[in-house]
C-alpha cells in the first residue's frame, strides 16, 4: 500500500486541490493524508463523503487530520509521516509533497524511483555541499557526532519518499529536530542566512541523511523539481507569492519576476477532478500568466 502525505493551512489549500488533481492524473491509487491547521477545504463540498474521509476519485481516498502543533509544519513533516505509518502498519512507500507541488510523471515512474532507494531531488540554491562543508561538520555535532555518509549533495525537502526499508531515516530526522529544539533552535520559523547551518526543516532532513550510511538514497537533479528544464518529474512552485496568489503581469512589471514554469504548470492541475476555480477564475488566471510571459519574453 502506498500513501502520500502533505500538510497545509489557509490558502495553501488550493495548493493542495492541485496537487490530488495531479497525483489523480499521475494514475497514483491510494490514500492521502491531509494534516491541516484552521478550516478544511471549500472545494472538500464537491467530492463524494466516504466515512468521515472523501473519495476524489475510485481509487484515491483523503484523509484530512486537524493537527494541533506548536511549530512550523515544515519541522512537522517526519512526525506527521511516522503517525501515519503508525496509523496504517502495511504502508510499504510512504511520500511527502508540499502543497505548491504538482506532479507531471506517472505515478509508476515515481513508485518504482522510491524501490530503488530513498527518493529526494537537488535543491535550487545549496545543490552541492561537499562531505567537509561546515555545515555538515554542524549537523554531526548536533547528532553527537555520529558517522556520517560521503553525501555531497544537498536535497529540497518539499518531497520524499521513502521505502519500508528506509522509514528509520523518519525517526533520525525527528531526534535532530528535538536535538535542535533543544539547543534553543526556533522551529517556529525559517531563517535565510546562508551562513546558517539550520535554516529550517531542510537542514535538518541532510542532517538526517548525512548520518545514515546504511541507508540508500537515489537523488535526481534540480531538474526533478522542475527548478531546471526539463521539468518532467514535478514542479515545486518555491517563490515567495505562490501561484494561486499572484497577479502576473502586475508583478513583471512592478518587480520584473516572470512567471516560473512551477506557476505555469499549476494551472494545468486546476480544473478536473477537483475545480479550484470557476471556469471564468480559471481563464482569467491563464489569460493573465499568458500575458506575462509574452511580455516577459518581449523584455528579455
Known amino acids: 500500500m502506498e500513501i502520500v502525505t502533505t500538510l497545509f493551512e489557509g490558502h495553501y489549500e488550493k495548493g493542495v486541490g492541485a496537487l490530488v488533481n495531479s497525483l489523480i492524473q499521475s494514475s497514483f491509487k491510494g490514500i492521502v493524508y491531509i494534516g491541516y491547521r484552521g478550516s478544511l477545504p471549500q472545494w472538500i463540498n464537491q467530492l463524494e463523503k466516504s466515512g468521515q474521509n472523501f473519495k476524489a476519485s475510485n481509487d484515491v481516498l483523503l484523509v484530512f487530520e486537524l ?160 527548478f531546471t528544464d526539463p521539468a518532467y518529474l514535478m514542479a515545486h512552485a518555491v517563490e515567495s507569492i505562490k501561484p494561486w496568489k499572484n497577479n502576473f503581469v502586475k508583478q513583471l512589471i512592478v518587480n520584473g519576476f516572470k512567471p516560473s514554469t512551477a506557476a505555469k504548470m499549476f494551472f494545468n492541475y486546476c480544473q478536473h477532478p477537483i475545480k479550484i476555480y470557476t471556469e471564468s477564475q480559471l481563464k482569467m488566471k491563464k489569460i493573465d500568466i499568458k500575458l506575462a510571459s509574452i511580455i516577459g519574453r518581449i523584455l528579455g
Open 67 to 226: 493537527l494541533e502543533v506548536d511549530m512550523h509544519f515544515g519541522y512537522y513533516k517526519p512526525s506527521f509521516m511516522k503517525k501515519v505509518i503508525q496509523e496504517n502498519p502495511n504502508v510499504t512507500n510512504i511520500y511527502y509533497f508540499d502543497p505548491d507541488i504538482v506532479i507531471n510523471a506517472p505515478w509508476s515512474f515515481i513508485s518504482s524511483w522510491t524501490d530503488i532507494g530513498v527518493s529526494v531531488c537537488l535543491d535550487n540554491c545549496f545543490p552541492f555541499v561537499h562531505q567537509n562543508h561546515p555545515w555538515r561538520k554542524e549537523w554531526q555535532r548536533l547528532a553527537n557526532n555520529q558517522s556520517r555518509s560521503e553525501l555531497n549533495y544537498y536535497v529540497n525537502s518539499g518531497f520524499i519518499g521513502i521505502h519500508a526499508d528506509s522509514f528509520k531515516l523518519l525517526d533520525r530526522w525527528i531526534l535532530l529536530t528535538d536535538n535542535y529544539k533543544a539547543s534553543n533552535g526556533d522551529i517556529s520559523k525559517f531563517e535565510k542566512d546562508g551562513f546558517r547551518a539550520f535554516k529550517g526543516d531542510q537542514d535538518l532532513l541532510n542532517a538526517a541523511m548525512t548520518i545514515s550510511s546504511d541507508i540508500s538514497f537515489s537523488i535526481i537533479g534540480s531538474e526533478g523539481m522542475g
